[in-house]
């Protein structure tokens, strides 16, 4: 019984995925590879003409290769903006939960606020603006950062947790410094939540369209997500090429979780029993 259940259960698991996932997927595929005429029926078949690769080559080339400086600087923004949530996300953890004091508690409120309060757009241009980083691929890191550092604290701080306070303590009588127990002896036993902060950042980031639309402005600023509207306009949309645009942005981060999706499951769990 047990056995026919579990049987039940993973075929319903699989058609969930092949729902959600799989066809939606293809769905884009197929579409990248029509003509224009074709693409713009928006129907589930085999294109009449394979046209992927005119698709391909038209979409990289628009717009003076705008794509190409969309991943530049998408790349740019993620890999220092994740850099920096891991540093800080650990250090600010660290601190959380080996030194516990009332300071802390109002900075462990004040990230669980973090999570729940939405993020005020005009302020925060105002704030960006004031600091003469609005329209600047740093002031973009800034903003990512501050948006992701409560996740990032949250899961290393559990993480933390599990590791036995001996080993700080064996650090301390061997005579190291504060930094050196963090940098020498805590922050290489956080792999398993490291790899999780920087995937999931990694594509949070990557995919974002909402934070540089607002806070990056400019031809020379443009991202990946931002590429879409290069295809569409008032009077009419080219969807073959549109739907190669999406598949060109969608194809890095889902590599990545394909990849790594056993590392993600495994740092989100590790903290689970004590926090």
């Known amino acids: 019984m047990n056995s026919r259940r579990q049987l039940y259960t993973g075929l319903a698991a699989l058609a969930a995925t092949l729902v959600i996932f799989v066809l939606p997927f293809l769905f884009v595929f197929l579409t990248a590879a029509k003509t224009k005429q074709d693409a713009s029926l928006l129907t589930f078949t085999l294109p009449q003409k394979w046209q992927l690769w005119q698709n391909f080559m038209d979409v990289v080339s628009a717009r003076d290769y705008m794509l190409l400086l969309a991943y530049f600087n998408s790349t740019v923004i993620t890999v220092a903006a994740v850099a920096l949530l891991v540093l800080f996300g650990a250090m600010v953890g660290y601190v959380l939960q080996r030194r516990p004091s009332r300071w802390n508690t109002l900075i462990f409120a004040c990230v669980m606020i973090g999570l729940m309060v939405p993020p005020a757009v005009v302020p925060t241009i105002w704030v960006l603006q004031w600091l003469d980083l609005f329209k600047t691929r740093t002031g973009m890191v800034l903003i990512q950062v501050a948006y992701g550092l409560a996740f ?19 650090a301390i009588i061997d005579g190291a410094k504060p930094w050196q127990i963090f940098f020498r002896v805590i922050l290489p036993l956080l792999k398993p939540v490291t790899v999780t902060v920087i995937v999931v950042q990694s594509i949070a980031i990557f995919n974002d369209f909402t934070n540089p639309l607002y806070y990056l402005p400019g031809r020379e600023n443009v991202t990946v997500q931002l590429t879409l509207y290069n295809f569409q306009s008032q009077f009419g949309t080219e969807f073959n090429l549109l739907f190669m645009n999406i598949l060109l942005v969608t194809i890095p981060p889902l590599i990545v979780f394909v990849f790594f999706n056993r590392q993600i499951v495994a740092g989100m769990t590790a903290g689970a029993v004590k926090g």
């Open 152 to 170: 990032a604290v949250l899961l290393f701080r559990s993480f933390i947790a599990t590791i036995p306070r001996d080993l700080d303590e064996a």
